[in-house]
C-alpha cells in the first residue's frame, strides 16, 4: 500500500519483472479490501474472487498495491482479518509534494477546478473531505501509519521513500528484496528515473506554511 502520488506505480512496475513476485494480472488496484459491498459476501465468495486476481500466479510472494488502504482503518483491519502475517509495504513521499501532485491530477482529470490554493485552504478548513480531494489529510501519514502499527507488527512493515525510488531505484528494490526473504536479488538492473517533479509558484508559495501544519500533526500525535 502507499499513499496516493507516492511512488506506487512505480513500484508495481518493478516488481512486476521479479519471477518470484505475483501481482494481479490485470490491474495495479484491486480495491477489494476497500469494497464495502464485496466486503458483505460471505467469506468464501469474496476470497474467491481475490483469488482469482492471482490465477496466473507463478510467484511465491502474491501482492497487491492500493493505495486507498491506507485512508481508513477498517481496510487495515480487513487486510489483518485475511492475514495477520501479511508483509505491508507502504511507499511515501514529502507532504506537500504529495499534496501537490494529487490536486495536479485531479485537476488533468476535470475533477478539480479550484487552483492549488484555493483547495488547500478549503482543506485547511474541513479535513474531512471526498479522498480524491483530501490533498492535506492523505498526507498526514503519522496518523495512517499509527492505525497500521496496531495491526501488524513494525517488523512486518517496509516504508519506502519516493525520492529514494526515484533518485536510487536498485538500492531500494535491493532492501525491499531482503525484507521478502523467498525472492532472489540478482535480477534487477538499472533503471531509469522517473522525471522530476516540476513545482510551480503556487506550490512553492504555499510549501512551507504546508510543512510547518504536517510537522505540527506530527508532533501532536507524538505526545
Excluded at 528515473?193 to 506550490?203: D, F, G, Q, V
Amino acid at each position: 500500500m502507499g499513499a496516493q502520488k507516492a511512488g506506487t506505480t512505480a513500484l508495481d512496475a518493478y516488481l512486476r519483472l521479479c519471477p518470484d513476485v505475483a501481482l494481479p494480472h490485470r490491474s495495479k488496484e484491486l480495491h477489494f479490501f476497500d469494497n464495502n459491498d464485496l466486503m458483505a459476501k460471505s467469506v468464501w465468495l469474496r476470497e474467491a474472487f481475490y483469488h482469482y486476481n492471482f490465477r496466473n500466479a507463478k510467484g511465491n510472494i502474491w501482492g497487491e498495491i492500493t493505495p486507498r488502504y491506507m485512508t481508513q482503518e477498517e481496510y487495515i483491519r480487513r487486510i489483518y482479518d485475511y492475514n495477520n502475517e501479511a508483509k505491508i509495504s507502504v511507499c511515501l513521499r514529502e507532504p506537500v509534494e504529495r499534496a501537490y501532485s494529487q490536486w495536479n491530477m485531479e485537476r488533468q482529470r476535470g475533477r478539480e477546478t479550484r487552483g492549488f490554493a484555493d483547495a488547500i485552504e478549503e482543506n485547511f478548513l474541513q479535513l474531512k473531505v471526498a479522498q480524491e480531494k483530501a490533498y492535506i489529510e492523505r498526507s498526514l501519514y503519522a496518523k495512517q501509519i499509527e492505525v497500521i502499527l496496531k495491526y501488524f507488527e513494525r517488523s512486518s512493515i517496509y516504508f519506502i521513500n519516493q525520492e529514494a525510488l526515484r533518485r536510487e531505484p536498485q538500492r531500494v528494490l535491493d532492501s525491499l528484496l531482503y525484507f521478502y526473504p523467498l525472492i532472489e536479488f540478482q535480477f534487477f538492473q538499472k533503471f531509469v528515473s522517473t522525471k522530476e517533479l516540476t513545482k510551480n509558484h503556487l506550490m512553492k508559495k504555499y510549501e512551507m506554511s504546508l510543512s510547518i501544519f504536517f510537522m505540527r500533526m506530527w508532533l501532536s500525535l507524538r505526545k
